[in-house]
């Protein structure tokens, strides 16, 4: 299912196989959260940008249009004719996130929709369900996020309740693939490591995840309003615990130069809204630093956002024209723009793997880091 191909430090090449197809590793994954990328990318798109696999929502998709629906349609990628692997999300991050109200208890979680307040209950037994309903390639398990800072206490008890609700999504997953109807028998699930930044908390944690044996394993509650140095200390923390033959999954992260930094840090899987949100507002990421088309700056510049880049919106149109539509809100320039940095993204992770193969990622990695978080004064 996933071998490490090559090692330069903590970094690692690898190769991900699943029933859905396979993915070569360090991998973005492009999100689209209700089984579309916002600003009008369709999966189409997605192979031309250089996609290997697509995240969706497992909470959303449950709101609307009903996991019971999209299984009647053959599944997710059916539903949205992606023929490449699909990661869902397990829902725990929006439970918290975005529930009107919530109590958490230990069979779960009772909360009430952001949509309309109906009364929704989810456990672990309950998101493996929904999930199986998708028929995604991979399931995450169903956990509780907590805010950072949390309190030790708290954050101790939820990392307990993470655990016991870990080993119930194992068992009913077991089930689930089981059964003769099942859409995908060969759902995998990866486990998710809490613990705010407590590093012994996250350790522990990581070391109790760890003898489940599960197809992979995440680092979650991250990239939610901590310091960037918190985060990586984070994964310092934990990285010497997980599975050295399982895919490594830093959840909703992040910057270019924070998934640098993950896989300096040995992190195999990515997933971020970031390109597709900044390009709604017109923050584009480009190889000599990021711009943002509504500059006046812009206004008459005949170059493409980025002279580098080969992506659809680069190759026809320039700066200018991208502006132009901006201005005017004109949603062909949202989509160019997602385009751009999705494609961005995906492409750096090329550049990223060709380093690796070639025995030269720390040379990209000092070049690159200083460069990708900065202004383009060009």
């Known amino acids: 299912m996933f071998k490490v191909l090559k090692k330069e430090g903590k970094a690692r090449r690898g190769h991900f ?7 070569e590793t360090p991998v973005f994954m492009d999100v689209g959260t209700c089984a ?19 995240l969706s929502n497992t909470y959303h998709l449950h709101i609307r249009p009903g996991d019971e629906l999209i299984r009647r349609m053959g599944g997710l990628r059916k539903f949205f004719n992606w023929s490449g692997p699909v990661l869902t999300d397990s829902g725990g991050f929006q439970v918290f996130s975005l529930a009107k109200l919530r109590r958490i208890r230990e069979e779960g979680v009772y909360f009430q929709s952001h949509i309309d307040g109906k ?77 705010s930044t407590y590093p012994d908390l996250r350790v522990e944690h990581m070391k109790k995840i760890a ?54 840090r040995g992190v195999d899987f990515f997933d971020c809204v970031m390109p597709s949100r900044n390009a709604r507002h017109g923050n584009l990421f480009t190889w000599n630093g990021k711009i943002n088309l509504i500059n006046e700056r812009y206004a008459e510049d005949p170059r493409p956002a980025d002279p580098n880049c080969r992506c659809p919106a680069c190759r026809s149109y320039s700066r200018a024209y991208m502006r132009h539509l901006f201005k005017v809100h004109e949603e062909l320039g949202l989509r160019l723009a997602v385009l751009h940095n999705l494609y ?16 030269r990622f720390h040379e990209f990695y000092r070049r690159y880091l200083p460069i990708l978080d900065s202004r383009c004064d060009d």
């Open 17 to 23: 196989e699943s029933v859905h197809g396979n993915a």
């Open 36 to 54: 579309a990328i916002k600003g009008g990318v369709s999966t189409d798109d997605l192979v031309e940008i250089g996609c290997q696999i697509e």
């Open 119 to 195: 009364k929704i209950f989810m456990g672990p037994e309950e998101s493996m369900r929904i999930q199986s309903n998708l028929a995604s390639t991979i399931a995450m398990a169903f956990d509780e996020c907590i805010e950072n800072p949390a309190e030790y206490s708290y954050t101790k008890a939820s990392c307990e309740r993470t655990y016991r609700w870990l080993v119930r999504c194992r068992d009913e997953m077991k089930r689930l693939n089981s059964l003769p109807d099942t859409l995908n028998p060969h759902q995998m699930l990866f486990g998710i490591n809490q613990g």
């Open 211 to 264: 003898e489940l044996d599960l197809d992979g394993y995440a680092i979650g509650g991250l990239a939610v309003g901590e310091a960037a140095e918190e985060m990586y200390a984070t994964i310092d923390a934990v990285e010497d615990y997980m599975p050295a033959d399982k895919p490594r999954y830093l959840m909703g992260v992040g910057t270019p130069v924070n998934i640098l930094e993950g896989v300096a």
């Open 344 to 359: 961005f993204y995906n492409e750096l992770m090329q550049a990223i793997r060709d380093a690796l193969d070639e025995g």
